[in-house]
C-alpha cells in the first residue's frame, strides 16, 4: 500500500510525495510529466524496484498537480523545478540518486544537474519532452490561439480523439508558461559527467517526437548513453511490458554504480 506524504515548502505551499527512505543509499527519483501524478503506474513500477532492492525512492508532484497545493495555472518550469530542488534538499539531502523523468519530467530532470551534479549517478528519460512548450505547443498552434494566449493571457487546448470521449482531454496554457519556457532552455548546454543515461521512446509517440531523446543526449559529453526506441511504443510507455524493459535498464544502471 502507497503511503503519501507531504511536504511544507512554505506557509501555503504542499507538495505530495511518495518516498522510501534509506539512510546513506542511492535513491531513484521519479518526475512526472506535464498535468501528471504520482498515482499512475509508472511510479508504483519503479517504488516496487526500490523496495525490493532496498534503496530509496522518492516520486514528486508539482505544485497545482495532482494533491499538491497551488494552481497550475500559476506554475511554470521554473517553479516545478524549484519545487524538486526544494524536495531533493530537504528529503534526500546529501543521498546519490538516478533521476527517472517521464515527459516533462526529463525537462525538470535536466535543470536539476546545476544543483546536484555530485550526486546524479544516472539519468533515464521516458519520452522526453524538453523545450516542450515553445517546440511542440507554440510554435504549432494556431494565430487565432496564439493571440488569444497573448491578449486572455489563456487558452484552454483541447487534445485527443474528437470521436471518443476517453481519447479526450483539455489543459490550461497560460501565457506566463509559455514564456517562462523560453527562459528554461536546457537544449543548448553541455553536461560532463561521466553516468549512464538511458532515453526511452516509443515508435508511435503522437505527442512527442523520438529526435527529442535523440537531442537529451547530445548533451551529455562523457556519459555511456544510448536511446532504445520501443516498437508500437506510446508516449507514456507505462504498460507492464514496457515497464519491465525500463526496469532492467534501471537495475543495470544500478549494478553498475555499486
Not at 111 to 116: K, P, R, T
Not at 223 to 242: R, T
Amino acid at each position: 500500500m502507497k503511503k503519501f506524504r507531504y511536504l511544507k515548502i512554505s506557509r501555503t505551499k504542499k507538495l505530495r510525495y511518495l518516498v522510501n527512505y534509506y539512510k546513506k543509499k542511492l535513491y531513484i527519483i521519479f518526475l512526472p510529466g506535464f498535468m501528471s501524478d504520482i498515482d499512475g503506474e509508472k511510479p508504483t513500477a519503479f517504488n516496487k524496484y526500490a523496495r525490493k532492492n532496498k534503496l530509496g525512492f522518492l516520486a514528486i508532484e508539482y505544485s497545482g498537480h495532482g494533491k499538491s497545493s497551488g494552481e497550475f495555472t500559476k506554475g511554470n518550469i521554473s517553479e516545478w523545478s524549484k519545487d524538486v530542488k526544494n524536495s531533493i534538499k530537504k528529503i534526500i539531502k546529501k543521498n546519490s540518486f538516478i533521476l527517472i523523468g517521464s515527459s516533462m519530467g526529463a525537462w525538470i530532470s535536466l535543470n536539476q544537474f546545476e544543483y546536484f551534479k555530485n550526486q546524479i549517478k544516472g539519468f533515464i528519460g521516458i519520452g522526453s519532452a524538453p523545450e516542450f512548450l515553445e517546440r511542440l505547443m507554440w510554435k504549432k498552434f494556431p494565430k487565432k490561439i496564439k493571440q488569444e494566449i497573448i491578449s486572455k493571457g489563456i487558452s484552454i487546448i483541447k487534445h485527443g480523439d474528437p470521436n471518443n470521449k476517453k481519447k479526450q482531454y483539455e489543459y490550461p496554457v497560460t501565457y506566463q508558461l509559455i514564456k517562462d519556457g523560453r527562459k528554461n532552455k536546457v537544449l543548448s548546454k553541455k553536461i560532463g559527467l561521466r553516468i549512464n543515461v538511458t532515453m526511452f521512446h516509443g515508435q508511435k509517440d503522437e505527442a512527442v517526437p523520438v529526435s527529442f531523446s535523440r537531442k537529451v543526449l547530445t548533451l551529455f559529453t562523457k556519459a555511456k548513453k544510448e536511446i532504445v526506441i520501443i516498437k508500437n511504443g506510446d508516449h507514456s510507455l507505462s504498460n507492464k511490458k514496457n515497464l519491465k524493459r525500463i526496469t532492467a535498464e534501471l537495475d543495470r544502471m544500478v549494478k553498475n554504480i555499486f
